[in-house]
């Protein structure tokens, strides 16, 4: 079975400054890794996934993912922040084939953009 | 296109009410996830259904909860005899069908069930 573990729970940060949230899993074979974004009282909205092929990720919003297979993660970054960042962010991965298809989730980091 | 609709957004239920949450899917899906959120927790797979069928529940409750998706209308979180512990957000999501490759799933805007 495969997990995700998402090590800041919280992450405060100046307008206009880089962030990174990390995000690493486990698994015994190759998983499809995303990360999805959920503003308040909103449903998730899908940032940018890693299915196969170039490493680095590039998703909405200015937001980038880089797949690491030797060290298991999938670290979101983003190079400026904005006000309109402030959102819960949730990694997840995804076996490719077989089973029911459904996703773990990681239990979220809070991203918080101070003016 | 409409996206997945959830209602109603929030529910509130006394102790041993019932409580029945609704999801349409996106136009031209035919699988449907509910998920619950707990809070400062990240989503729990609750059940994956297809139209009239249930093809993943093992992520339900085996007491109290149940789901549907018929052929005609909105899939059903059916939740009886509610506990304070159900206070939760349930997010439904939907996605196309299944070829075998990756498809992504939509999420709706959750139901937040307040259970008093």
């Known amino acids: 079975a495969q997990s995700v573990t998402q090590l800041d729970s919280q992450v405060p940060v100046f307008e206009e400054a880089p962030v990174e949230l990390r995000c690493n899993y486990s698994?015994?074979?190759?998983?499809?890794l995303f990360w999805y974004v959920q503003y308040p009282n909103q449903g998730l909205q899908l940032l940018l996934k890693y299915l196969s092929g170039s490493t680095l990720v590039k998703g909405i919003n200015g937001f980038e993912a880089e797949f690491n297979k030797s060290q298991t993660s999938f670290h979101l970054r983003k190079p400026s922040v904005h006000i309109s960042d402030t959102a819960e962010y949730f990694c997840?991965?995804?076996?490719?084939?077989?089973?029911?298809?459904?996703?773990?989730f990681g239990r979220g980091t809070s991203l918080i953009v101070h003016p | 296109n409409a996206g997945v609709m959830q209602n109603p957004r929030h529910l509130v239920r006394r102790r041993g009410q019932e409580a029945r949450l609704r999801c349409s899917p996106m136009k031209g899906h035919s699988h449907v996830y509910w998920y619950r959120q707990l809070p400062e927790e990240g989503l729990k797979f609750m059940v994956y259904?297809?139209?009239?069928?249930?093809?993943?529940e093992s992520g339900m409750p085996k007491e109290r909860f149940s789901a549907e998706f018929p052929k005609e209308g909105p899939s059903i979180l059916r939740i009886q005899q509610v506990v304070r512990g159900d206070s939760a957000a349930y997010f439904c999501?939907?996605?196309?069908?299944?070829?075998?490759?990756?498809?992504?799933?939509?999420f709706g805007p959750g139901t937040r069930l307040t259970v008093l």
């Open positions: 999501a939907s996605s196309p069908r299944i070829s075998g490759t990756y498809n992504e799933q939509f």
């Open positions: 997840a991965v995804r076996l490719p084939s077989g089973g029911s298809y459904i996703p773990t």
């Open positions: 698994s015994s074979v190759s998983v499809y």
């Open positions: 259904l297809q139209k009239e069928n249930i093809i993943d």
